[in-house]
Protein backbone atom coordinates (compact mmCIF):
# COMPACT_ATOMS: atom_id res chain seq x y z
CA UNK A 1 0.00 0.00 0.00
CA UNK A 2 2.57 2.59 0.75
CA UNK A 3 6.30 2.53 -1.20
CA UNK A 4 9.50 4.49 -0.21
CA UNK A 5 11.21 5.78 -2.95
CA UNK A 6 13.50 8.99 -3.20
CA UNK A 7 12.36 12.41 -3.86
CA UNK A 8 14.13 14.34 -6.22
CA UNK A 9 16.05 16.53 -3.82
CA UNK A 10 16.61 16.40 -0.12
CA UNK A 11 14.15 18.04 1.84
CA UNK A 12 15.04 20.47 4.33
CA UNK A 13 13.26 19.39 8.24
CA UNK A 14 10.75 22.47 8.06
CA UNK A 15 9.69 21.11 4.83
CA UNK A 16 9.38 17.07 6.31
CA UNK A 17 7.73 18.75 8.99
CA UNK A 18 5.04 20.56 6.78
CA UNK A 19 4.89 17.24 4.54
CA UNK A 20 3.79 15.29 7.66
CA UNK A 21 1.50 17.69 8.80
CA UNK A 22 -0.30 17.35 5.71
CA UNK A 23 -1.53 13.67 6.71
CA UNK A 24 -1.72 14.42 10.28
CA UNK A 25 -4.64 17.05 9.35
CA UNK A 26 -7.52 14.62 8.62
CA UNK A 27 -6.64 12.76 12.34
CA UNK A 28 -6.68 16.04 13.98
CA UNK A 29 -10.09 16.70 11.93
CA UNK A 30 -11.61 13.02 12.85
CA UNK A 31 -11.42 14.10 16.50
CA UNK A 32 -13.17 17.06 16.09
CA UNK A 33 -16.04 15.82 13.38
CA UNK A 34 -15.99 12.36 13.37
CA UNK A 35 -19.55 11.47 12.05
CA UNK A 36 -19.30 14.51 9.36
CA UNK A 37 -17.10 13.02 6.64
CA UNK A 38 -16.36 16.59 4.55
CA UNK A 39 -14.72 17.95 8.07
CA UNK A 40 -11.84 15.89 7.17
CA UNK A 41 -11.67 16.53 3.74
CA UNK A 42 -12.10 20.54 4.37
CA UNK A 43 -9.26 20.15 7.05
CA UNK A 44 -6.87 18.62 4.27
CA UNK A 45 -7.91 21.40 1.95
CA UNK A 46 -7.63 24.06 3.91
CA UNK A 47 -3.99 22.91 4.58
CA UNK A 48 -3.70 22.27 1.01
CA UNK A 49 -4.37 25.57 -0.06
CA UNK A 50 -2.07 27.06 2.59
CA UNK A 51 0.47 25.40 1.31
CA UNK A 52 0.20 25.19 -2.55
CA UNK A 53 2.68 27.52 -3.12
CA UNK A 54 5.26 25.77 -1.10
CA UNK A 55 8.16 23.28 -1.75
CA UNK A 56 7.58 20.39 -4.23
CA UNK A 57 8.11 18.01 -1.51
CA UNK A 58 5.64 20.07 0.78
CA UNK A 59 3.04 20.62 -2.29
CA UNK A 60 3.72 16.68 -3.32
CA UNK A 61 2.47 15.24 -0.05
CA UNK A 62 -0.40 18.19 0.66
CA UNK A 63 -1.75 16.33 -2.97
CA UNK A 64 -1.69 13.23 -2.08
CA UNK A 65 -2.96 14.13 1.13
CA UNK A 66 -6.02 15.71 -0.62
CA UNK A 67 -6.16 12.83 -3.17
CA UNK A 68 -6.51 10.10 -0.33
CA UNK A 69 -9.38 12.10 1.31
CA UNK A 70 -11.61 13.43 -1.89
CA UNK A 71 -11.59 9.37 -2.32
CA UNK A 72 -12.81 8.40 0.71
CA UNK A 73 -14.81 11.05 1.26
CA UNK A 74 -17.60 10.34 -1.71
CA UNK A 75 -17.63 6.65 0.57
CA UNK A 76 -18.29 8.39 3.95
CA UNK A 77 -20.50 10.76 2.63
CA UNK A 78 -22.86 7.66 1.19
CA UNK A 79 -22.87 6.03 4.28
CA UNK A 80 -23.84 8.92 6.20
CA UNK A 81 -26.62 9.53 4.36
CA UNK A 82 -27.60 6.17 4.20
CA UNK A 83 -27.34 5.93 7.68
CA UNK A 84 -29.52 9.54 8.47
CA UNK A 85 -32.23 8.16 5.97
CA UNK A 86 -32.90 4.57 7.69
CA UNK A 87 -32.59 6.64 11.27
CA UNK A 88 -35.28 9.09 10.39
CA UNK A 89 -37.54 7.09 8.13
CA UNK A 90 -37.45 4.11 10.52
CA UNK A 91 -35.96 1.73 8.43
CA UNK A 92 -34.75 -1.97 9.82
CA UNK A 93 -31.10 -1.83 8.54
CA UNK A 94 -30.72 -4.57 5.25
CA UNK A 95 -27.91 -6.89 4.50
CA UNK A 96 -26.74 -4.75 2.17
CA UNK A 97 -26.28 -1.77 4.67
CA UNK A 98 -24.42 -3.53 7.16
CA UNK A 99 -22.04 -4.73 4.70
CA UNK A 100 -21.38 -1.54 3.61
CA UNK A 101 -20.62 -0.24 6.88
CA UNK A 102 -18.45 -2.98 7.98
CA UNK A 103 -16.58 -2.32 4.30
CA UNK A 104 -16.18 1.43 5.05
CA UNK A 105 -14.87 0.87 9.04
CA UNK A 106 -12.37 -0.96 6.73
CA UNK A 107 -11.14 1.26 4.43
CA UNK A 108 -11.59 4.19 7.37
CA UNK A 109 -9.20 2.24 9.20
CA UNK A 110 -6.69 1.71 6.46
CA UNK A 111 -6.61 4.85 5.58
CA UNK A 112 -6.09 5.76 8.65
CA UNK A 113 -3.33 3.67 9.88
CA UNK A 114 -1.67 4.20 6.51
CA UNK A 115 -2.26 8.02 7.51
CA UNK A 116 -0.19 7.50 10.68
CA UNK A 117 2.67 5.56 8.49
CA UNK A 118 2.77 8.15 6.05
CA UNK A 119 2.94 10.88 8.51
CA UNK A 120 5.99 9.01 10.34
CA UNK A 121 7.88 8.13 7.29
CA UNK A 122 7.92 11.64 5.80
CA UNK A 123 8.60 13.30 8.73
CA UNK A 124 11.28 11.45 8.76
CA UNK A 125 12.60 12.74 5.02
CA UNK A 126 11.09 9.41 3.63
CA UNK A 127 9.18 9.78 0.28
CA UNK A 128 6.81 7.74 0.62
CA UNK A 129 4.09 7.28 -1.79
CA UNK A 130 0.62 5.53 -1.92
CA UNK A 131 0.06 3.11 -4.70
CA UNK A 132 -3.03 4.89 -6.72
CA UNK A 133 -2.66 8.00 -5.14
CA UNK A 134 0.52 9.00 -6.06
CA UNK A 135 0.42 8.50 -9.41
CA UNK A 136 -2.16 10.73 -9.83
CA UNK A 137 -0.44 13.03 -7.43
CA UNK A 138 2.39 13.07 -10.38
CA UNK A 139 0.07 13.89 -12.77
CA UNK A 140 -1.10 17.07 -10.59
CA UNK A 141 2.27 17.79 -9.56
CA UNK A 142 4.92 16.64 -12.07
CA UNK A 143 7.31 17.41 -9.49
CA UNK A 144 8.94 14.14 -8.89
CA UNK A 145 11.02 13.68 -11.86
CA UNK A 146 14.16 11.24 -11.60
CA UNK A 147 17.36 12.69 -11.49
CA UNK A 148 18.55 12.22 -15.18
Known amino acids: MITNTSFYYKPYDSEMERASNSYLMSLV ?43 LFFFNSFGFWWTVS ?41 HAEMYFFADVTNLICKTNESQQ
Not at 98 to 114: C, H, M, P, Q, S
Open 29 to 71: AVVAGLPIPIINLFATAFFYLGNRKSTAFVKWHCTQALLSQLF
Open 86 to 126: IVFNNEKASNYYIAYIFTLIFFNLVEFITTLILATRVRKGI
